[in-house]
């Protein structure tokens, strides 16, 4: 029930993560369509000079190149490091799953603790094996 329960919760929190990625697939293809528009325009001014026509074309092809820098420059990395955020975030629900299930079992309370300790991947936020047992005894 826990494992069901956790993945609905992950399941649900990924949704921005994926509207992200979503969002940056399209962006190329909106470059794209911006390109030929411009391409478009151009073709409609066929008859002025090369300063003219090399300034549409120009533009033309910003569209390409800012829909290929949001998406791989902006979107794709934002959605990347929204991801890692919701990761680390959700470390406490299977930690919390830990200390459940080892209890359940009848386990004792310091090996209840460093089996949910050493489900801590972020080396920053787990404390090491003195500071727990120094929080068991009062200290």
Sequence with gaps: ML???LKAH???EMKPVEALAATAGACPALGIVACVLGVVKTMGAIDQPPAVLGA???SALVGTFMGVLLAYGVIEPMGNRLKQVIDEDSEIYLVVK???VATLHGH???LVIEA???GISSHANK???GEVFD???GK
């Design 116 to 118: 949910a300790r050493a």
């Design 56 to 58: 549409l074309i120009g």
């Design 3 to 5: 494992d069901t329960a």
């Design 127 to 129: 404390p090491d094996f």
């Design 10 to 12: 992950h399941h649900h």
């Design 98 to 100: 830990q200390l459940i």
């Design 108 to 110: 004792p309370q310091p």
């Design 135 to 137: 929080g068991l005894r």
